[in-house]
Nanobody
Framework: QVQLVESGGGLVQAGGSLRLSCAASGRTFSSYAMGWFRQAPGKERAFVAAITQSGDSTYYTDSVKGRFTIARDNAKNTVSLQMNSLKPEDTAVYYC???????????????????WGQGTQVTVSS
């Protein structure tokens, strides 16, 4: 029904930047709120950022505020995560996810997202 493919991960030194991208196909892209999550080895999948269907509202976990920016381009069916001033603790597999339910606020629980990409590895060295 919906396919999500992440790209842009890699190895970067602390203080550097990466831009992740998620390409969507299937159901109309603008019908979904989109989120980014990350998961480190042995840890639970954790919320990073989310954006509403229209892109008019965003939300970030406290640890990335001021450093990460989520954006979407509904004409291109993509959502991005610009990551600046990266820290070693940002190291994780990053996942793009789609929420098909129209909610008054963006969802931060991974259990509320229906579709997931395969993930892309981000490694930040000291």
């Amino acid at each position: 029904q919906v396919q999500l493919v992440e790209s842009g991960g890699g190895l970067v030194q602390a203080g550097g930047s990466l831009r992740l991208s998620c390409a969507a196909s299937g159901r109309t892209f603008s019908s979904y709120a989109m989120g980014w999550f990350r998961q480190a080895p042995g840890k639970e999948r954790a919320f990073v950022a989310a954006i509403t269907q229209s892109g008019d509202s965003t939300y970030y976990t406290d640890s990335v505020k001021g450093r990460f920016t989520i954006a979407r381009d509904n004409a291109k069916n993509t959502v991005s995560l610009q990551m600046n001033s990266l820290k070693p603790e940002d190291t994780a597999v990053y996942y793009c996810a789609a929420d098909f339910v129209h909610r008054p606020r963006v969802a931060v629980s991974p259990h509320l997202y229906t579709y997931w990409g395969q993930g892309t590895q981000v490694t930040v060295s000291s």
